[in-house]
């Protein structure tokens, strides 16, 4: 495993977000669901597609936090642009869990 310096870490905008909507995404090469996530403040909303749906349905994501890099360039995933990097681990079965904060957590807040 390569190492990084600390200041190469802080390069990367890690915020929670509040996941306002969410849609299935069956135009994707693999399973996905569509999100619109608020970040607040300077941020605002944005968007992503996550392969999260053996874990996740649409209605239950809806008021999720949730954590993702927020400072990677757009990057087109069929016809939907994710905006973030929705953050997640796989289970034992290759299943994505997502990443969120187990209390509340100011909207936008910097991981760190």
């Known amino acids: 495993m ?3 310096s600390f ?3 802080m390069k990367v905008d890690i915020r929670a977000g509040k996941v306002v ?4 995404y069956p135009e994707a090469r693999k399973p996905a669901i569509k999100l619109w ?7 605002g909303e944005k968007r992503s597609s996550a392969q999260v749906t053996d874990h996740y349905s649409p209605e239950g994501l ?4 949730v954590m993702a ?3 990677f360039p757009p990057r087109q995933i069929g016809k939907f642009m994710s905006e973030v990097l929705v953050l997640g681990v796989s289970d034992a ?5 997502l990443i969120s904060p187990d209390q509340d957590v100011p909207i936008g807040g910097r991981l760190n």
């Open 2 to 4: 390569a190492e990084i």
């Open 7 to 9: 200041d190469d870490f």
């Open 21 to 24: 909507r969410a849609e299935p």
């Open 37 to 43: 996530i608020d970040f607040g403040g300077d941020i």
């Open 62 to 65: 809806v008021g999720k936090t």
């Open 69 to 71: 890099v927020v400072n």
């Open 93 to 97: 079965q290759g299943g994505i869990v």
